[in-house]
Structures are given as C-alpha cells and as structure tokens.
C-alpha cells in the first residue's frame, strides 16, 4: 500500500503523503473509505504517530480527506481533486515545455523526448510534428 524510502531525500510525511494522494486519485481509495488510524499505520510502516499525524494534517488541508472527530480520518471524493491535478500537471508541462523551447529546442525535438519518455515506461506513441 504505501511504500517508504529511507533514503530518499524527502521528508517521510512528505512520502506518505505523496503515496495517500497516488492512491486516492488513482482511486485504490475510494470516496469516503476511513483511512487507518494514526497508530495502525505508525505501527504497520514502523515510525512514529506524530509522522502519520502530520502527513494526515496536510491531506486534510489540501482537502484529500476529512476527519469525523471520535471516528477517524475518510477519503474525500476525489473526481473534482483529480480535475485540480490533472490542470496542475497540465500547467507544468506547459512550463517544461516553454523551457524547453527557450533552450532552443524545436517542436520535433521536444517531440522526439516525449517518445523516449513514453517508451521508457512501454508506452508506443505515434505522433507527427507540425
């Protein structure tokens, strides 16, 4: 369910809560599901509550789940977060490829780096540049 990398620069809060929002926008979480408690998963993944308790906080904040006070935290529907996503993902392509070009690389160019991106994880596209 959720994987943590002890060596990985990033805050381990930071990976658990990157691994809650991958599995409630790629619905393995579904709409109102209680989450495990702040001790379960403290003792399931082996680190401290407060950790949990943190990762839980800033979910909660970015409106990934909601708390019922005496019954848990629960995943909140997901359709319009992953709607947000997706036009955040959007606007950083955008950004990535505006770079790009300021570097001076050509439409075909860009496109030929798509491709590789794309069949290093087994995907074939087949698309012509303008």
Do not use: C, W
């Not at 992953?82 to 570097?103: A, D, G, P, V």
């Amino acid at each position: 369910m959720i994987k943590i990398d002890n060596n990985s620069s990033k805050a381990i809060y930071e990976q658990i809560y990157d691994e809650m929002t991958r599995l409630i926008l790629s619905k393995a979480l579904k709409p109102d599901e209680q989450l495990p408690s702040v001790r379960e998963l403290a003792a399931l993944l082996k680190i401290n509550p407060n950790t949990i308790q943190k990762s839980y906080k800033f979910l909660e904040l970015d409106n990934y789940i909601y708390t019922v006070k005496g019954k848990g935290n629960f995943v909140k529907n997901a359709d319009e977060l992953r709607s947000i996503h997706t036009k955040n993902m959007e606007e950083q392509l955008e950004n990535s490829i505006k770079s790009l070009k300021e570097l001076g690389l050509k439409d075909e160019n860009i496109i030929e780096l798509v491709k590789k991106i794309f069949s290093r994880q087994g995907v074939e596209i087949n698309v012509k540049s303008r």
